[in-house]
């Protein structure tokens, strides 16, 4: 039997609001020890104390993770202002979980994942591992953009170890649109530059969709001629921050910090010169002009010289048919597979709120009513990258919300 219950809180107080959320979430999952809890708050609380005052009520022994986030999403809450907070506690008889976590993300990103893997117990009945990583490096300034941790790297040395073919969702935490350092929960500490792992095995399936929300700016392939690490200087021999500035028409841009709202690049793994097809597509968000005014930051480093690419605007209208579509569609899925949804997690670029896209209505409403009308608890977060298996494996995502549901066989 599972049990899954969910709490939230909106307080100043990081010690209060762990016992508000804890508590509401074991009352209503009807739960006295969970097999694990999973906890995300806002950059704006005290994450050191959120994490004693959920500590205070389950003891020290339940798991916990999760860590920094822009903002939270339950059922009968969305919030990213103030300081607010949701978990989820689990208990389940059949479902289990196996957590381990690496630090020296900002060093090797690739050894840190290599050395986590090592530390989960993998079994046949291996269904998903949940990932979380810390994204901000160096914290963004006022003289250049941040310095991000990568996910690619991450991945490969994830995959190294583990077999090919398991999904792998999760997220670049996130806690704060200043992009400033985050915490995370690594199962029994708190911790910076941390990958956390969490393989979820036994009798539960996994199943996930991911909503897209970017179209090309106008078809145009550049190719990347000089590009270092993460920092893109040449599209087909031009400098690339003039280039902009004649895309956009001005210079204003450059004067965008962390991210360029309205510009990101992308690399089309469908037909070249079809029909755009939203799930063809990898985005990658721009974080800025470098201090010197001669490139462009990448929120990753897997651009190659070479590659070719196309400028992405984001389209409102697809991101909310994308969830429009996508979650009602994934429940039908899981109930014509004679499976019961148990737990929904939606991970959702911090970018994708309505303050943030310029729009009346929040994509993740959509969310809240489908999840709530087929009677799947709920928790979500604002995240600074999402991961999640696309086009035949498992990548960082940007601008997109993804969403995993847990099932289990009626």
Same mark, same amino acid.
């Given at each position: ?54 500590? @205070? +009520? ?9 860590? @920094? @986030? ?60 949940? +990932? ?15 310095? +991000?941790? #990568? ?53 539960? #399936? ?27 200087? &040449? ?8 280039? +902009? ?25 469908? &037909? ?5 097809? &939203? ?56 109930? #014509? ?10 991970? @959702? ?7 943030? #896209?310029?729009?009346?209505? &929040? ?48």
């Amino acid at each position: 039997m599972t049990r899954i219950g969910i709490g939230y809180g909106n307080q100043a107080d990081g010690f209060a609001l762990g016992q508000q959320v804890v508590r509401a979430a074991l009352d209503s999952g009807g739960i006295s020890t969970p097999d694990l809890l999973l906890a995300f708050c806002s950059g704006n609380t005290d994450l050191h104390r959120f994490y004693d005052g959920l500590r @205070s +009520l389950v003891g020290d022994t339940v798991p916990i993770i999760g860590g @920094s @986030s822009i903002g939270v999403i339950t059922w009968d809450d969305l919030s990213y202002h103030g300081c607010p907070a949701a978990a989820a506690a689990i208990e389940s008889s059949s479902i289990r979980f196996s957590i381990a976590s690496a630090d020296g993300v900002d060093i090797d990103e690739a050894s840190a994942a290599a050395r986590m893997a090592d530390g989960l117990q993998s079994t046949d009945l291996d269904k998903a591992l949940l +990932l979380f990583y810390d994204s901000v490096r160096v914290p963004a300034g006022q003289s250049g953009p941040p310095v +991000l941790n #990568s996910s690619a790297p991450l991945l490969e040395g994830i995959v190294k170890k583990l077999p090919c073919h398991l999904p792998i969702i999760g997220a670049g935490l996130l806690g704060d649109y200043m992009f400033r350092h985050t915490w995370q929960y690594c199962g029994n500490k708190v911790g910076t530059q941390q990958v956390v792992g969490c393989m979820v095995s036994g009798n539960v #399936s996994a199943y996930h969709a991911i909503m897209h929300g970017c179209i090309p700016l106008d078809g145009v392939y550049r190719r990347i001629t000089r590009i270092q690490d993460d920092v893109i200087y &040449e599209l087909d021999g031009r400098p690339v921050v003039p280039l +902009l500035d004649e895309l956009f028409g001005n210079r204003e841009w450059q004067n965008e910090r962390p991210i360029i709202s309205n510009l990101t690049i992308g690399i089309n793994h469908g &037909e070249r010169y079809g029909a755009p097809i &939203e799930s063809s597509y990898v985005n990658r968000l721009i974080t800025g002009v470098i201090p010197d005014g001669t490139g462009i930051g990448m929120f990753e480093t897997d651009l190659e010289a070479g590659q070719e690419i196309q400028f992405m605007v984001r389209d409102n209208r697809m991101m909310l048919k994308s969830v429009a579509d996508n979650a009602p569609d994934i429940i039908e899925r899981i109930r #014509s597979e004679g499976k019961k949804p148990l737990f929904a997690l939606y991970i @959702s670029c911090g970018g994708r709120t309505a303050e943030q #896209s310029l729009t009346d209505e &929040e994509e993740a409403a959509e969310i809240q009513r489908v999840m709530k009308d087929a009677n799947v608890p709920l928790l979500g977060f604002y995240s600074g990258v999402e991961i999640a298996p696309m086009l035949g494996r498992s990548r960082g995502l940007d601008w997109t919300g993804v969403l995993l549901i847990l099932a289990e066989d009626r």
